[in-house]
């Protein structure tokens, strides 16, 4: 009966360390800001903004130029700024006779 009494009284100063440690008004620091994000103006960000190409090949071990291909990529900023947006395609230019029958195989 003692551990009973002595849980329960555990419990109840606990939940009322809790009631007494809640805010009634919300921080203000606390709070998220309503403003915008500021602007993305470092130079390497306004250095990538633009049209990219490239090119990749395959090189993995023995393997080398198993598969070729291509990309283009568009980067710029938006939302007055604020947001870097990536567009890509790629393609495959050319597979090998060799990866096409390890695939197949």
């Known amino acids: ?31 998220p800001s309503l403003e915008p994000p500021k602007v993305i103006g470092d130079d390497w960000s306004k250095w990538l ?16 130029d198993w598969v070729k291909g291509s990309c283009q990529m568009n980067i710029e900023l938006a939302l007055k700024g604020q947001f870097v947006v990536h567009k890509g395609r790629s393609q495959i230019t050319s597979l090998s006779d060799e990866y096409i029958k390890q695939v197949k195989g």
């Open 49 to 64: 903004v633009g049209n990219w190409q490239g090119t990749a090949k395959s090189d993995f071990g023995e393997h080398k």
């Open 1 to 31: 009966m003692k551990r009973l009494y002595l849980i329960s009284l555990v419990l109840m100063l606990s939940m009322a360390s809790c009631v007494s440690n809640q805010k009634k008004e919300p921080d203000k620091g606390a709070m």
